[in-house]
């Protein structure tokens, strides 16, 4: 079955731009995670949505959002992009209950100029 | 305090030689799960293994295993007969059973291991 799907693979904006950015589950799995990797920081946990609901939450700003759509699809947001947030960004879905793996996407490669 | 420490920055290995790669974890609750992903340099992360903390036995997955210590709270991966396309990043990751303060139960990772092997 497919895997996870991330669009848009790469992305360039420039300060001050939002962005929205998109992530497709594997087919019956209904936890989304969305993490951001820079070299300097590692992989960091965003959020994790679960049925429509977000359900987990780490320490980043309010200008990261997300939401998830009936369909298990979706959506993270930032807005008043800074330079800082030029990163990897990586979704990975999973059933959600237990002790699933997750499994992730080829991310989105997003450069703030 | 970090939860998953990974000690080996980089590390090197022969093609066709065994390598193991190191994670420690600190918990207190007696229910976690343990996972290893391979980042190769294009970026998408892969799954390769999962160890649960009531497992018996340790986990295998093709050329992969885990050393397994509880007691010690290591786990480590064991890649038997290194491939050229083995060379990645490493990650090990922790999910805990407990939800913690903030009423998560995420995913903690550790902060990578690079392999590159040799010809």
């Known amino acids: 079955k497919a895997g996870v799907t991330q669009t848009p693979r790469y992305l360039i904006k420039t300060r001050g731009q939002q962005v929205t950015l998109s992530c497709s589950p594997i087919?019956?799995?209904?936890?989304v995670s969305w993490y951001q990797q820079t070299p300097g920081q590692g992989l960091q946990f965003l959020f994790e949505?679960?049925?429509?609901?977000?359900?987990n939450k780490g320490n980043f700003p309010g200008r990261f959002s997300g939401r998830q759509f009936s369909n298990s699809r979706s959506e993270m947001n930032v807005s008043t992009l800074e330079l800082g947030d030029s990163a990897l960004y990586l979704c990975a879905s999973s059933q959600g209950e237990g002790n699933q793996p997750q499994h992730f996407g080829d991310g989105t490669r997003l450069s703030i100029l | 305090a970090q939860k998953i420490t990974q000690t080996q920055p980089g590390m090197f290995v022969q093609e066709k030689e065994a390598v193991t790669l190191d994670c420690t974890y600190d918990t207190s609750d007696p229910s976690y799960g343990l996972f290893w992903y391979k980042q190769p340099s294009s970026g998408e992360m892969i799954f390769l293994i999962y160890q649960g903390s009531y497992d018996q036995q340790n986990a295998t997955e093709g050329r992969y295993s885990l050393n397994f210590q509880k007691a010690r709270k290591s786990a480590n991966l064991v890649i038997s007969a290194s491939q050229l396309g083995d060379s990645a990043m490493y990650f090990c990751?922790?999910?805990?059973?407990?939800?913690?303060?903030?009423?998560?139960?995420?995913?903690?990772w550790g902060l990578g291991t690079s392999l590159a092997v040799n010809p």
């Open positions: 990751a922790m999910r805990e059973a407990t939800i913690d303060a903030g009423n998560n139960r995420k995913l903690i």
């Open positions: 949505y679960f049925s429509e609901t977000q359900r």
């Open positions: 087919s019956g799995h209904r936890s």
